[in-house]
């Protein structure tokens, strides 16, 4: 018998994010076993170490919340997970600020962790948005690392977005 | 034609610009040559600057016209 359709949910916001305090009382709602949930921070330093002001995360209207919704619901079909939560922040954060927030519910654990280290390989490398760090330095902008790909590797199917989606 | 850039290509040649689609039948990659020709700007004939018409990722050989959005993307960070 097919697995029943997951709840899902990816949404971004231009305003802090409020991560849900009560975990509990959202896995409930669809009868869990387990929650796994994912913070991710901007933090305080480039990666050779330089002290950054803000991290600035530009959007297309239209394209970066589809490569959320599409990547989030790519997790749900392919984890044994009942629920899938996704926060997206967009605009300028300065260090410390929630930038994403990834919550999967599934009736036992494994799954749960899988799919959340999922989403986040391919929401770092794959979701649609342009960062750049700004600080005494200037501005710089990112790329996905080779780590980043490397992570992204391990998952290969359905990327549309990956750099090589159209050629 | 309306065209935009995101991400770095942005600091090149701004968020938008109103293009002159003179010609039938061009293609993203005549679009793309003549404003590079145009605004001086080699960077934009970069292989890593994608391009999307009306949302939707496509390649060089994709055509255009007059009403289609176009959008040139430096790569993307990721979230």
Known sequence: ?167 | MTVEFYGQIRDLMGASLEFDLSRDGSTVADVRHQLAKDHGCDALLASGIRAAVNDELVGEGARVTAQDSLVFMSPLSGG
């Not at chain 1, 991290?55 to 749900?76: D, F, K, N």
């Not at chain 1, 654990?109 to 979701?127: H, I, T, W």
């Open chain 1, 1 to 167: 018998m097919a697995k029943p359709a997951p709840y899902i949910a990816a949404r971004l916001t231009g305003e802090p994010i409020e991560a849900p305090v009560n975990k509990n009382a959202w896995a409930r709602e669809v009868d869990a076993g387990a929650v796994v949930t994912f913070s991710g921070l901007v933090r305080a330093t480039t990666k050779s170490g330089e002290p950054i002001d803000r991290l600035v995360l530009e959007v297309h209207p239209r394209m970066t919340q589809r490569s959320i919704e599409e990547i989030t619901a790519q997790g749900g079909a392919r984890f044994d997970v009942m629920a899938i939560n996704v926060v997206h922040r967009h605009g300028v954060l300065i260090p410390g600020d929630l930038i994403v927030w990834v919550a999967v519910a599934s009736a036992h654990r494994q799954s749960a962790f899988n799919c959340a280290d999922y989403l986040m390989d391919r929401l770092k490398s794959e979701a649609v948005f342009w960062k750049r760090e700004e600080g005494a330095f200037g501005r710089r902008w990112i790329e996905p690392t080779a780590d980043d790909r490397a992570r992204l590797d391990r998952w290969s199917d359905n990327l549309s977005f990956a750099p090589d989606a159209v050629s």
